[in-house]
């Protein structure tokens, strides 16, 4: 966050969720873990490394911020982390006593039931959004309506039938 | 293997969160400014996994909640670089500062 030259950043940034991920792998949560490798390392990273390529010549540094702005939300920063660890290093924390079993046949079941505790109305609303932000990004990103209107449309409706995930890396790539 | 207490793994996000507020607060780059977002979501990821297992370990809850915030991250993420990427194309800079009428 600090460095000047937006690569370096975008890479620390690939590393710094790299390092979550093996904290999820750590947890033994290792479903979440490779959708983190999946979706961030594999889609936003090279998202965000590609615009920046698209938008700026990488070698370029950042303008320097002004000395004001950097202490003042340094100083923010800094009080809003010791306020916020405080209350968590005085609570005290009563861990359950059962041990954390998941299955992603269990995660999945649960995803679709429309029982009490299902997730399928939020699993619904959540594709409806991957299928308005795809649009907006067709929309965003379509430069003459005439001359490409058809190829995206066709795409368009081939990515509604792939499964969540695979739609969300699609409408970036489509995107970019 | 959890011998290790909660509170250190809250410490490492409540870090992260915070080193991306100072992201978003000392940035003026739009691009820097989504990573910066980036990190604060992928805290709050690590508080809901480290609750679900710690606390409620026979709920799953929390893993739905990530799952959904990462769903929503990848969305969020794909169209601000559309909208930067156009934003370049007729200002020629993507400072926010610089980026003031609405309509072009």
Same mark, same amino acid.
């Given at each position: 966050?600090t460095?000047?030259k937006?690569?370096?950043s975008?890479?620390?940034l690939l590393f710094?969720?790299m390092?979550?991920?093996?904290?999820?792998?750590?947890?033994q949560?290792?479903f979440?873990?490779a959708?983190?490798?999946?979706?961030?390392v594999?889609g936003i990273?090279?998202?965000i490394?590609?615009?920046?390529f698209l938008t700026?010549?990488?070698?370029?540094?950042?303008?320097?911020q002004p000395?004001?702005?950097?202490?003042?939300?340094?100083l923010?920063?800094l009080?809003g982390?010791?306020l916020?660890?405080?209350?968590i290093w005085?609570?005290?924390?009563?861990?359950?006593?059962?041990?954390?079993?998941?299955?992603?046949?269990?995660?999945?079941s649960?995803?679709?039931s429309?029982t009490?505790?299902g997730?399928a109305?939020?699993?619904?609303?959540?594709?409806?959004?991957?299928l308005?932000?795809?649009?907006?990004?067709?929309v965003i990103?379509?430069?003459?309506?005439?001359a490409?209107?058809?190829?995206?449309?066709?795409e368009?409706?081939?990515?509604i039938?792939?499964?969540?995930?695979?739609e969300v890396i699609?409408?970036e790539i489509?995107?970019? | 293997?959890s011998?290790?207490p909660?509170s250190?793994?809250?410490?490492v996000s409540?870090?992260? #969160?915070? %080193?991306?507020?100072?992201?978003?607060?000392t940035?003026?780059?739009? &691009?820097t400014?989504l990573?910066? =977002?980036? !990190?604060i979501?992928?805290?709050?990821n690590?508080?809901?996994?480290?609750?679900?297992?710690y606390?409620?370990?026979?709920k799953?809850?929390?893993?739905f #909640?990530? %799952?959904?915030i990462?769903?929503?991250?990848?969305?969020?993420a794909a &169209?601000?670089?559309?909208?930067? =990427?156009? !934003?370049?194309?007729s200002?020629?800079?993507?400072?926010?500062?610089?980026?003031?009428?609405?309509?072009?």
């Open positions: 966050m460095t000047r937006i690569f370096r975008a890479i620390w710094s969720l390092g979550i991920a093996a904290l999820y792998f750590w947890l949560v290792e979440i873990a959708v983190q490798i999946i979706v961030y594999g990273v090279v998202l490394i590609f615009s920046i700026q010549q990488s070698g370029n540094e950042m303008p320097k000395l004001r702005r950097i202490i003042s939300s340094a923010a920063v009080f982390f010791g916020t660890f405080l209350q005085n609570y005290s924390f009563q861990p359950g006593t059962k041990s954390f079993d998941w299955t992603v046949a269990k995660i999945g649960q995803m679709l429309t009490k505790g997730y109305l939020p699993f619904e609303v959540v594709s409806m959004l991957l308005a932000a795809m649009v907006g990004c067709i990103a379509m430069k003459t309506p005439a490409t209107n058809g190829k995206l449309k066709e368009e409706i081939e990515n039938k792939i499964e969540k995930q695979k699609i409408t489509s995107e970019v | 293997m011998d290790i909660m250190h793994i809250l410490f409540t870090a992260l #969160f915070f %080193i991306g507020m100072y992201g978003l607060f940035r003026r780059n739009m &691009i400014m990573m910066a =977002i980036e !990190l979501l992928n805290s709050v690590i508080n809901f996994v480290v609750f679900n297992k606390l409620y370990p026979e799953l809850d929390g893993i #909640f990530v %799952i959904f990462i769903t929503i991250a990848a969305a969020e &169209i601000a670089i559309a909208i930067i =990427i156009n !934003l370049y194309r200002h020629r800079s993507i400072d926010v500062e610089n980026a003031r009428e609405m309509k072009y």
